[in-house]
């Protein structure tokens, strides 16, 4: 069974191992996004104290880890290009899949959870950013229901910005 559930500040050390294995996984496709500076362990008890860091647990095992903000993302507010609507957005960062989970397709799963948490607190619409050479990111992104939408500035570089409106 697949879940999203709240970090909490004892999870911090274990949703940074998945960071690390996505850092891993991003250098073995051949680009950098993530950097040993960021993110690092106090982004993602930032995350956490923020009530936006969650772990994607299968049958009970950390598997992944996502922050999920409803406060928007002022990176946001400049694109070249336009966004599909102004409504109210949550805001996906940080996504990562621990070593043993990474390619199993968990990714679909873990957007259909984050589809349903939007839902819940009266959310329709996401937003997401990735790097250009982050091509497997823009695939999997696509394939869930997200349009790219435009460039924005981002931790100090071009990503490409993405959004889906939950029907």
């Known amino acids: 069974m697949n879940t999203l559930e709240l970090a909490r500040m004892e999870d911090a050390a274990a949703c940074y191992r998945v960071i690390e294995d996505g850092r891993a996984f991003q250098q073995e496709q051949g680009f950098v996004q993530w950097t040993k500076s960021y993110p690092d362990l ?16 299968v049958d009970g095992e950390n598997a992944g880890y996502v922050s999920v903000g409803f406060d928007g993302e002022p990176a946001y507010a400049s694109i070249a290009g336009r966004w599909h609507t102004e409504e109210p957005y949550a805001v996906i960062h940080r996504m990562a899949f621990a070593r043993r989970f990474q390619g199993t397709g968990l990714s679909g799963a873990a957007f259909a959870l984050i589809d349903a948490l939007c839902r819940s607190k009266g959310v329709r619409n996401i937003r997401i950013n990735t790097a250009p050479p982050n091509l497997r990111m823009q695939h999997v992104l696509e394939k869930n229901g997200f349009s790219r939408c ?4 981002f931790q100090g570089g071009e990503k490409i910005a993405y959004d889906k409106t939950l029907p």
């Open 42 to 57: 106090d982004a993602i008890r930032q995350d956490i104290r923020a009530g936006d860091g969650y772990l994607i647990r």
């Open 150 to 153: 435009g460039v924005i500035v």
